[in-house]
């Protein structure tokens, strides 16, 4: 039989433990669309990405090709790129050549209204990314989740007439897209951005010259149509590169 001293031992140290494990750190993301717990989910320190997203439990419509994870750090990055950007296209539009200020003062008001989302380029792949640590980052305070259905369209834009939404089609290629989207007559016959609906970027040679093997877009894709190089060299000659980026960022809506 215990003493009651023993018992008071036992009792004081047990009183340490009930607080060391109720104030155990804890990290937040915010879960959002077609999942089946969505919400502000609370998990220990030192989890990942991929524990997240095997607790949000995605619904059979969920699309996680263009799911978006978005941070707070990206965020103030992306914050500085869209300015270097909207800086860029405004100082191109003063040109004296009227075919680059209409191509600079449309594609500024193409991304104007683009919000900073702070998406982070990831593979939404659960399993996959617990044998990819590089692929299933750490989570962080303000770290959120969202994932809609799949979209339909793919969107054409940059040095075009306005934007175009096409219906999207499996074997189509990014040529193809772009075809159907008139472009200005600034715009860069030699290459295209593809923006597929994970983020990743391509940049694709278009010409007779130079053309590359045909590439499809995921649905919710896009495609950036460039503004030609020559008139870029006195003002940033890696503006289209980081426009193609900014795009990237977009969170993809069925």
């Known amino acids: 039989m215990l003493t009651r001293i023993a018992m008071g031992i036992i009792a004081a140290s047990a009183v340490p433990l009930a607080d060391a494990q109720a104030s155990q750190p804890s990290v937040g993301i915010e879960l959002q669309g077609e999942i089946q717990n969505p919400g502000f989910l609370q998990l220990p320190t030192?989890?990942?990405l991929s524990d997240a997203l095997l607790a949000a439990?995605?619904?059979p419509n969920a699309y996680l090709i263009g799911g978006m994870f978005a941070r707070e750090?990206?965020?103030?990055d992306q914050l500085r790129l869209k300015a270097g950007i909207l800086h860029g296209l405004k100082t191109l539009s003063a040109?004296?050549?009227q075919d680059i200020k209409s191509a600079a003062l449309s594609v500024q008001a193409q991304l104007e209204d683009f919000p900073v989302t702070g998406r982070v380029k990831v593979t939404l792949n659960a399993r996959l990314q617990q044998i990819q640590p590089k692929n299933d980052p750490e989570l962080a305070s303000g770290d959120k989740l969202v994932i809609d259905r799949r979209p339909t369209t793919v969107s054409v834009l940059g040095a075009?007439?306005?934007?175009?939404v096409l219906s999207h089609s499996a074997l189509k290629s990014a040529r193809s897209y772009a075809a159907e989207c008139p472009s200005l007559a600034a715009a860069d016959k030699e290459y295209l951005y593809v923006i597929q609906a994970d983020g990743f970027v391509q940049k694709a040679a278009v010409a007779l010259w130079n053309r590359d093997d045909p590439i499809t877009l995921s649905p919710g894709g896009a495609i950036f149509v460039p503004i030609r190089g020559k008139a870029l060299r006195d003002v940033d000659s890696g503006l289209n590169d980081e426009i193609a980026e900014f795009i990237a960022t977009q969170h993809v809506s069925p």
């Open 46 to 48: 030192g989890s990942r």
């Open 73 to 76: 750090k990206a965020r103030t």
């Open 160 to 164: 075009v007439i306005g934007q175009c």
């Open 57 to 59: 439990k995605a619904s």
């Open 95 to 97: 040109s004296s050549d």
